[in-house]
C-alpha cells in the first residue's frame, strides 16, 4: 500500500478538508501506530498503519455527497458561538459526518453542497476551475441594459475588478422592504427586479456586493445551480444524496 501524506489520509477519512487535518496534526490530536505525530509532511499508509484521532482509531470512508437547499437565518458553520442555527444542524441525519463545500451567506437560500471527500471540495471551489454558480437575486429598482452591461463586463469592487458574468433581466415585480432606522413602521412596497447572474469568482459577498455597486441592492438571493447541477424542486431545508456522477456535474459547465 503506497503512503501518504497524512493530512490527505485524514481528509479521506472524513475528518475535514486537508488544512482542517493539518490543524489536527499541529494540534497533536494524530497517532501513527501509537505514537503521536507532529511533523509536516508525515506520510502512513491508509489501512495498513493504525491512524487515531484523540485516541479513536480512523478509517477511510465511502465518499459522500449531499445537496441541501440551505434556508435562509442559517450559518455556514460547524456552530455558532451565539447560538444561532447552522447548515450542519440539516444534515445532522446524513449517513456519514460531511463537511459544507464553500460558504452561502447566513441570509442567502440554496443550492449547498457537503461531502466527505477533500478533492471534490477543492475542485468545486477553487477559481482555477471556472465553474460558473447561478444565483437568482430581487434586487432593488429596475436596472437597464447598459447596467446589465457594465455588470457583464465586470466591474470594480473594492478587492479589485470581477471577471465577466452572465445575467439575464427575468422580470419585474415588487417587494415589501423595512427601512432600517424605521423598523416598527410597516413595510413599504417598492419595485423590484428578478435577476439571473452566473459568477465563476467565489468572493465573498460578491452577488450582493456587485449589485450594489450599480445602484440595486439585493433584496433576497438564492443558489440554483453549480455547475450543471441544479437544486430542482428540492424543497427549503431539504437534503438529498447525490451519486459521484450527479455530483461531478458541479464541475462542469455543461
Ligand atoms: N454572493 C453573495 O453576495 N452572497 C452569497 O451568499 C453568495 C454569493
Known sequence: MAEERLQKILAACGLGSRRACEGLIFAGRVSVNGEVVVAPGTKAAAGVDRITVDGKEVRPQQHVYIMLNKPADCLCAARDHRGRKTVMDYVCDAPVRVFHVGRLDYDTEGLLLFTNDGAFSQRVTHPRHKVFKTYRAVVRGVPDEETLDRLRAGIELDDGPTAPAVLRLIGTTTAKVRRVKKKNRPPEEIDASDIEIKIREGRKRQVKRMLRAVGHPVISLRRTAIGS????????????????????SALKNE
Not at 243 to 248: D, G, H, I, L, V
Open 229 to 248: 447541477l441544479e437544486l430542482g424542486s428540492l424543497p427549503c431545508g431539504q437534503w438529498m444524496q447525490l451519486t459521484k456522477s450527479e455530483a461531478e
